[in-house]
């Protein structure tokens, strides 16, 4: 296992865009200074910091890396374009709306290297069960790929969103799967449309609840990696402790208060 690091802040170039799904975009970033990249955990996330163009004010933001740097030599990160709350006076989210309509290949950025306390455990050998919802795929996705590269741990791979039109990633895990014996995935819909009908995009129609996630996994002994709204969050929290999955086992990204996900709460 890659070790945490001291981290420095550094010039990064964008190579690219990527449209994920109709709200999250993929950025890549490779150094602008010509030195290597610093080695990063499936999991951990980079430090972004913006100034608005009236000079007021900086603001950082966290993104966790959704690829793995030794395939593309270069960092990946995957946003969601955050709107403003519906029926509230707070606007859209500034850093997301700016990397969606402003960053452009060729333009440079300043960014901590990568850091973060949620990452793979790559010296385990339990079975991994990846839980995600909405961009929360992710470090998931980063973490899949790490798992697909050793080959030997059992690993499933549990998504869910409201229909395909905002799922990020389908075609990259689907890869992993068809070659891999022991991979497996599932993906659940709460609004899918006609076009995820017809195409069979979807496993299952609805919320996440036990006994969706119950016909999906045999019991085991999981290594389980959560990630995604914090609504999301705190019932598949729930439902993982009903499953018999030790706490101790559940490792989860999120921004917030971590006992919020101890208190009931319905998905979103």
Same mark, same amino acid.
């Given at each position: 296992m890659i070790e945490p690091q001291k981290t420095r802040w550094r010039h990064f170039n964008v190579l690219g865009k990527q449209a994920e799904s109709e709200i999250i975009t993929s950025f890549y970033f490779?150094? @602008?200074? @010509?030195?290597?990249?610093?080695?990063? /955990? !499936? @999991?951990q996330f980079l430090t972004f910091r913006f100034q608005k163009p009236d000079g007021s004010e900086e603001v950082l933001r966290n993104y966790s890396l959704s690829a793995l740097s030794e395939h593309t030599r270069c960092y990946r990160i995957s946003v969601k374009r955050e709107p403003a709350p519906v029926g509230s006076d707070v606007p859209p989210g500034y850093a997301s709306n700016y990397l969606h309509d402003m960053v452009q290949v060729g333009d440079r950025l300043l960014i901590e290297e990568p850091r973060g306390r949620f990452f793979l455990d790559e010296a385990s050998t339990r079975p991994v069960l990846l839980l995600s919802g909405g961009v929360g795929a992710a470090p998931l996705v980063a973490m899949a790929h790490r798992l697909a590269e $050793?080959? =030997?741990? *059992? =690993?499933?791979?549990?998504?869910?969103?409201?229909?395909? +039109?905002?799922?990020?990633? *389908?075609?990259? /895990? &689907?890869? #992993?799967?068809?070659?891999?014996?022991?991979?497996?995935?599932? %993906?659940?819909? +709460?609004?899918? &449309?006609? /076009?995820?009908r017809g195409?069979?995009?979807?496993?299952?129609?609805? #919320?996440?609840?036990?006994? *969706?996630? +119950?016909?999906?996994?045999?019991? &085991? $002994? %999981?290594?389980? %990696?959560?990630?995604?709204? !914090?609504?999301?969050?705190?019932?598949?929290?729930?439902?993982?402790?009903?499953? @018999?999955? !030790?706490?101790? $086992? /559940?490792? %989860?990204?999120?921004?917030?208060?971590?006992?919020?996900? *101890? =208190? !009931?709460? =319905?998905?979103?």
């Open positions: 490779a150094p @602008g200074d @010509g030195e290597p990249l610093a080695p990063f /955990i !499936p @999991g $050793q080959g =030997t741990r *059992k =690993t499933w791979f549990m998504h869910a969103c409201d229909n395909g +039109r905002v799922h990020a990633f *389908k075609d990259e /895990i &689907d890869d #992993l799967v068809e070659c891999r014996e022991n991979f497996h995935r599932y %993906y659940c819909y +709460r609004a899918p &449309d006609e /076009i995820d195409n069979n995009a979807f496993d299952a129609e609805g #919320l996440l609840d036990l006994d *969706k996630m +119950r016909s999906f996994l045999p019991i &085991d $002994q %999981y290594e389980c %990696y959560l990630c995604g709204p !914090p609504a999301f969050m705190q019932a598949v929290f729930s439902l993982l402790i009903d499953l @018999g999955v !030790p706490q101790e $086992q /559940i490792r %989860y990204e999120f921004f917030g208060p971590s006992t919020v996900l *101890k =208190t !009931p709460q =319905t998905q979103s």
